[in-house]
């Protein structure tokens, strides 16, 4: 994935968290291209994920970020222009059955040539620190096949079959419920 800037301008660390003010890190707010160069990153990412999920609209987009309280981890190559890789998470209010308030990942995107390196699982673990989180607490909005394969094969989680949309939330979360 390239880019027409530095992305080593937008994101001086090597893991940044971006909410809706799409501002990274210790960067100035009042630097209105950078935000305008992070909302590029954040749209290429959701579309390239999108075209490997075969969705018709991405999860992601910049547009939805700034109106929602989305957190979005982001991380790249130290080295120039490298990669960047990305997920999406989100604490939503969920009503079916029981109520509850799961941490959710929304999207999730390792770049096709990069896929199975171990970088999605490095990803995964520093948002989890983040949020001082465990996987099988965590609802997974419509998971991919290679999502579950990923779940399975580092976090044991197995239990979650691809259903619609909000199913794979309800079994998740009463997952989490019958393990306290
Ligand atoms: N086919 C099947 N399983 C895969 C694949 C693949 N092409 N790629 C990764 N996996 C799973 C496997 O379990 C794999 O272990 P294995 O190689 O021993 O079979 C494991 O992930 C590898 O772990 P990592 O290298 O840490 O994972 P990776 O960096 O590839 O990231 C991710 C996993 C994010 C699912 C990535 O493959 C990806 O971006 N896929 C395309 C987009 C996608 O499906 N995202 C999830 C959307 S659903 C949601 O976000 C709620």
Same mark, same amino acid.
């Given at each position: 994935m390239e880019f027409p800037f530095n992305i080593n301008h937008l994101f001086s660390e090597r893991f940044s968290i971006l909410d809706k003010t799409l501002v990274a890190g210790r960067m100035s707010p009042r630097r209105p291209e950078l935000q305008s160069h992070i909302a590029t990153v954040i749209d290429?990412?959701?579309?390239?994920?999108?075209?490997?999920?075969?969705?018709?609209? $991405?999860?992601?987009?910049?547009?939805?970020?700034?109106?929602? &309280?989305?957190? +979005?981890?982001?991380?790249?190559?130290?080295?120039?222009?490298?990669?960047?890789?990305m997920l999406i998470a989100a604490t939503l209010h969920l009503c079916l059955h029981v109520e509850a308030e799961p941490l959710c990942v929304l999207d999730f995107f390792i770049t096709e040539n990069l896929q199975?390196?171990?970088?999605?699982?490095?990803?995964?673990?520093?948002?989890?620190?983040?949020?001082?989180?465990?996987?099988?607490?965590?609802?997974?909005?419509? $998971?991919?096949?290679?999502?579950?394969?990923?779940?399975?094969? &580092?976090?044991? +989680?197995?239990?979650?079959?691809?259903?619609?949309?909000?199913?794979?939330?309800l079994v998740s979360v009463l997952n989490a419920f019958s393990s306290t």
């Open positions: 290429e990412l959701g579309r390239a994920s999108a075209k490997a999920q075969k969705l018709t609209t $991405p999860v992601t987009s910049a547009t939805k970020m700034q109106s929602q &309280h989305h957190q +979005l981890y982001l991380m790249k190559d130290g080295e120039s222009q490298g990669y960047i890789v199975r390196h171990g970088h999605g699982l490095e990803l995964f673990h520093f948002m989890l620190q983040h949020k001082k989180m465990e996987p099988a607490l965590m609802a997974y909005d419509r $998971p991919s096949p290679k999502l579950l394969s990923f779940l399975a094969k &580092h976090y044991r +989680l197995t239990q979650s079959v691809p259903q619609v949309r909000f199913v794979d939330f």
